[in-house]
């Protein structure tokens, strides 16, 4: 059984990153053919793919993010992480790691963190 973890700050101030960990166990982040996604869901408003990082370390990002956004890995702690910049209250959102992504649906997500971007 994959289980993925966020971690990170719940409060971020505006012009300031977003940076998130999913912590994977029961699973590799490098086994073949997998995609690691992040996915967040501002309130009132539907799920939003932000990019994802493959088994073999490729990044695929959202268009409308791509400016802002990066996703890294470190494979010796089995993490994968989100660096979200010059954020503002639009950011506002419960943040989700998941597996999957551009090329297989989604089969274990995390539970989520609420991140808050104010002053």
């Known amino acids: 059984q994959v289980q993925l973890q966020e971690s990170g700050p719940g409060l971020v101030k505006p012009s300031q990153t977003l940076s998130l960990t999913c912590t994977v166990s029961g699973g590799s982040i490098t086994t073949s053919l997998y995609e690691w996604s992040w996915i967040r869901q501002p309130p009132g408003k539907g799920l939003e793919w932000m990019g994802a990082i493959a088994y073999e370390g490729s990044n695929y990002y959202s268009p409308s993010l791509r400016s802002r956004t990066s996703i890294s890995r470190d494979t010796s702690k089995n993490q994968f992480s989100l660096q979200l910049s010059s954020v503002t209250p639009e950011d506002t959102a419960v943040y989700y790691c998941?597996?999957?992504?551009?090329?297989?649906?989604?089969?274990?997500w995390g539970q989520g963190t609420q991140v808050t971007v104010s002053s």
């Open positions: 998941a597996r999957g992504g551009t090329t297989r649906p989604y089969d274990y």
